[in-house]
């Protein structure tokens, strides 16, 4: 059990810092940023509204004005686009690109690897 706890461990701690990948940083970079990210990966079509968002991650885990910086902070660095709403124009959704969500689905497989030694 030790040896997957430190392969947890290290493939976490060296995506913060040392990794690379900026997207890959950037999925790692908090664990806030880990949850916005897993929440909308686990929407439909992988993308949701900032509205959606607040209404579905509590504020005692992530405020509202640090979703809109992790979420501003995706779109620059390529791991979410930004569409606007065909049901409402006023909302905008926020959306995995396709290297985020290979990235994410890479990273899940990964962890298949190394929990099936269990």
Known sequence: MEHIFTKIY????NSGYKEK???KSFLFNTKQHSILIFYISSQ????????EICYNVSPK???RSTI???????VKVGFFTKEISQKDKRAK??????HAIN????????Q???FSKI
């Open 44 to 51: 439909i079509e992988k993308k949701s509204t900032l509205e």
């Open 68 to 74: 809109q910086n992790i979420l501003k902070e995706g």
């Open 10 to 13: 290290t493939d976490l701690h």
């Open 112 to 114: 298949k690897k190394v």
């Open 21 to 23: 990948n900026p997207l």
């Open 61 to 63: 885990v992530i405020s």
């Open 103 to 110: 990235l994410i689905e890479d990273w899940a497989y990964e």
């Open 93 to 98: 959704h926020f959306k995995l690109t396709d």
